[in-house]
T-cell receptor
Framework: DTGVSQNPRHKITKRGQNVTFRCDPI?????LYWYRQTLGQGPEFLTY????????KSRLLSDRFSAERPKGSFSTLEIQRTEQGDSAMYLC?????????????FGEGSRLTVL | AQTVTQSQPEMSVQEAETVTLSCTYD???????LFWYKQPPSRQMILVIR??????QNATENRFSVNFQKAAKSFSLKISDSQLGDTAMYFC???????????FGQGTRLTINP
């Protein structure tokens, strides 16, 4: 078990460019979450998947954000036309439906800097 | 809206001392788990301890223990014999919507001084 893996770990981009982050969850986990974390703050929920279905999206997730989880395995989070306010750490987490604790297992995050 | 509040943005103690981090939450769930996560500088978030709301006994994991007051919706974390490696951000988390997702507090930055 290699844990939750996220790539790239760091991304610096210019305003207006598109970026994509990838998350590989723990292999048997069927739930996958995206959170955003700004400096000195707690993670804020963005969206989550159960298998390949996207079950909920936060109001924080503007139209410029899109997430997918084809085949219920890895997930991608794309941000189009990036803005400086998008600069943050994007955290991916996974969990196993059926374990009633609701515990999340986190990746190391993808830090985005928009210049 | 269901919220989690950590009222201590920063704390600092000397190595080997005991420190308590506070957390209050607001959930409408009937049975749930509460969590404390640790996020060391530039490292991933890891689970420190969890507490099942139906259990009256406070959870303990080695030097880490909780003081769970269900009626008051309070869930504090006590770290005994603190170590330099305990330096990190600590986040309290509560579930919403049938544990489908967790909501996190703002965090407490804990520094253990030698």
């Amino acid at each position: 078990d290699t844990g939750v893996s996220q790539n790239p770990r760091h991304k610096i981009t210019k305003r207006g460019q598109n970026v994509t982050f990838r998350c590989d969850p723990i292999s048997e986990h069927n739930r996958l979450y995206w959170y955003r974390q700004t400096l000195g703050q707690g993670p804020e929920f963005l969206t989550y998947f159960q298998n390949e279905a996207q079950l909920e999206k936060s109001r924080l997730l503007s139209d410029r954000f899109s997430a997918e989880r084809p085949k219920g395995s890895f997930s991608t989070l794309e941000i189009q036309r990036t803005e400086q306010g998008d600069s943050a750490m994007y955290l991916c987490a996974s969990s196993l439906l059926g374990t009633h604790t609701g515990e999340l297992f986190f990746g190391e995050g993808s830090r985005l800097t928009v210049l | 809206a269901q919220t989690v509040t950590q009222s201590q943005p920063e704390m600092s103690v000397q190595e080997a001392e005991t420190v308590t981090l506070s957390c209050t939450y607001d959930t409408s769930e009937s049975n749930y788990y509460l969590f404390w996560y640790k996020q060391p500088p530039s490292r991933q978030m890891i689970l420190v301890i969890r507490q099942e709301a139906y259990k009256q006994q406070n959870a303990t994991e080695n030097r880490f223990s909780v003081n769970f007051q269900k009626a008051a919706k309070s869930f504090s974390l006590k770290i005994s014999d603190s170590q330099l490696g305990d330096t990190a951000m600590y986040f309290c988390a509560s579930p919403i919507r049938g544990a489908q997702k967790l909501v996190f507090g703002q965090g407490t930055r804990l520094t253990i001084n030698p």
